[in-house]
């Protein structure tokens, strides 16, 4: 069993799915979230200082999750869809590992053929309005992708482990990974372009990068 693990948002994805999400609640939830979202992703501050007032500052309900699942897949990387698919004729089996949000994902999961999301989950009331998130998933502190990397590992028995992303807070998971590919498409970070143990611009690239491992 070989797993490569995929960071969603500025990755598979050129959005970053609370921007997009505080950006439907007008031009001040979305500078105040932006800035959040990148002082955590070039890690300047911790992701559970930040996690939840993102959230409070948003409130996503049902029907705005499913507009900004919408837009994950309208704004794929061009290269993702078959990159996917040429590592899974490989041997790997591709995850998300994603500190956005699983129900927004899921469009974008099922477009690429992922089946397995690892994400936060968003509470819904019955009428559809938003009534919190996971607090315990581990994406949402700082180290968290890191713990679920290991666990993917013991849960499937894997003899390999990738993990490619665009934040800080993938990079911490390269401990767990036998393999961490910074990703800088949309966003070149230098902390994470000087710990990745490769440097992408183009998901296609990992096809030769993970060849032999």
């Not at 993102?54 to 869809?81: D, I, N």
């Not at 004729?89 to 956005?100: C, H, N, Q």
């Not at 499937?156 to 767990?176: K, T």
Request: proline share 4%; charged share 25%.
């Amino acid at each position: 069993m070989k797993l490569i693990c995929f960071d969603c948002d500025s990755t598979l994805s050129s959005i970053e799915g609370i921007d997009e999400l505080a950006r439907l609640r007008g031009p001040g939830a979305f500078a105040s979230v932006e800035a959040m979202t990148r002082e955590a992703m070039d890690g300047r501050i911790p992701m559970e200082n930040i996690f939840g007032l993102r959230l409070a500052a948003v409130r996503p309900g049902r029907e705005e999750a499913s507009e900004v699942g919408r837009l994950y897949v309208a704004h794929v990387e061009p290269t993702a869809k078959a990159t996917i698919d040429a590592l899974r004729v490989t041997g790997w089996t591709p995850v998300i590992v994603s500190a956005g949000f699983r129900q927004v994902i899921r469009p974008l999961a099922a477009f690429l053929g992922i089946d397995r999301i690892e994400a936060v989950d968003l509470h819904f009331s019955a009428d559809g309005s938003y009534a919190g998130f996971d607090t315990e998933f581990p994406a949402t502190r700082t180290g968290g992708k890191k713990e679920i990397l290991a666990g993917l590992r013991r849960e499937w028995g894997a003899g390999r482990v990738v993990m490619v992303g665009d934040g800080v807070s993938d990079l911490e998971a390269a401990p767990a990974a036998d393999l961490f590919i910074g990703f800088g498409g949309y966003v070149a970070r230098e902390r994470v372009k000087r710990g990745a143990g490769a440097f992408v611009t183009s998901l296609s690239a990992i096809v030769d990068l993970v060849e032999g491992l």
